[in-house]
Each structure stands twice: as structure tokens, then as C-alpha cells.
């Protein structure tokens, strides 16, 4: 399986700036208060139950971050699935370190791993159907960019990244710009032609609009019954890609995928996911 990453580089003002909120002004005075210098140890972080790996590029480098001199040795990658008990990563190194850059590191492989393992769940639902599961701009402020990695892992695709990445028109778009004719005669004038265009429709007589004006190449049915998805896609007949959004959950999944869209949008993704259960172990 290729494995979604991105270079140390860019992640590294992210966990910097997380470790730097947990080690406040004076660095961790328990550490430094309890453990003897020169004392070493070997870490294990360990799944504590089933699950679908993220983060873990992320944790090794907050270890790596608070001592250089740590060797980390991942285990299992990112993407692989895990079971309780078993062994992610190893630390190896000065105790301090290790323990001052453990909460973070535990966090971003907690928080991660549990989106992972709900776009999984989500991917499972949906197989042997042509819909891909996507994720949203429903992320954690500043965490965006790990969340979205995330959703990769668990074998789903990415939105948008951010408002600058292609046209969304959505229905506050169309009420404030004067109706769905408006606002893609407007597109059509002035968008590049590099810029993917999609709008958001909630009715079939807007959907039957938007085929006749032309303009978009995506579709988003917003909170449309699987019986409106199904018509929707017989409308459409291959014109242009189809996203259904709007309250997608695990539970309702399958059934959205079996309309025929080409896509399911969901923010729960990454505003619903459980934190996955992982431990540090000396």
C-alpha cells in the first residue's frame, strides 16, 4: 500500500509549536526534578486496541525534536492496521526526553489513529460501490493539514484543503449572489480554467438547473434520501460528478453508496472520531 506523507519539514512547526505549549515557560520540572541525569531507557508505544495507524511520522518526530540523540524506530506505518498489544514504535534514550516529548506524541497518534480508523469504517461500508469517501473542512483549527493525512490513511480521499483550492458554491453563495443561473454565468466569466468548479444544490429542480446552465463539473447533493440520491444520478446519466453530504455517518454509508454517487462527503470524519487508545510503555 502506498503510504501518504509529507516531508518532516513542513510538520515540524506544527509539533513544535504543541510541545512548546506543553512544556510552558520552565520545560517539564518533573522530569527534571525526579530523574537522574545519564539514565536511559527503551520505550514501547503500544496499540491498546484495534485500529488503523496515524501519526505515528508525527510522534517520531516530536520525540526527535525534544533530543536528536533518541533513536525511533517505527514498527508499524502509517496506513497498517494494529491490534491491542501490538508495538508502533520503539524510543530509545535518555529517559527525560522520552518522557517530555511522550503526552504529545501520544496525542497526535491518538487523535490521527482515531480518524484513520473511522475513515476506514466508513471505506468498508462503501466497498464494491463507485463512491469514495472524502473528508471535509470540518478539521481542528491548526490540525488541518495531520487530520486530512489522516483520512488518507484510513483509505479516503481529500475535499478541499482550504477556501483557495477550487470554486464551492454553496447555498448562502447562491441566496446572496441571486440564484443558481447567477452565480455560474459568473463563474464561467470569470473563473480560471484551472479552477474545478462545484455546487451545492438541495432540491432535484435545482439539479435540473444546474445541468441546464452548465458551468460545474461537481454536484453536491446536500441532504438529499437515498431515493432522491438514486434520481439525482439518473439525472445527471454521467454529465457530472455527483458528492452527497449532509448528516453521513457509518450507519448510513452503505446505503448512500448503493445510489450510484461518485462521491460521500463527511465531516464527522474528523469532528466525530474517537481518540484511539495508545500507551507509552518504559
Known sequence: MSVATLPDLILEPLVKSALMEDLGAYGD???RTVIPQGVTYSARLRARETAVASGLQVAALAFRLVDPTLTV????RDGESCEPGDVLMTIEGAAASILMGERVALNFAGRLTGIATLTAAM???????RARITCTRKTTPGLRMVEKLAVLHGGGFNHRYSLSDAILIKDNHIAAAGGIRAVLEATKAQASHMMAVEIEVDTLEQLHEVLSVGGASVVLLDNMTPEQLREAVSLANGRLALEASGNVRRETVA?????GVDYISSGALTHSARTVDLGLDF
Open 73 to 76: 524506530t517505527a514498527c508499524v
Open 123 to 129: 471505506v468498508a461500508e462503501a466497498k464494491g460501490t
Open 29 to 31: 520540572v518533573t522530569t
Open 255 to 259: 446505503e448512500i453508496a448503493a445510489t
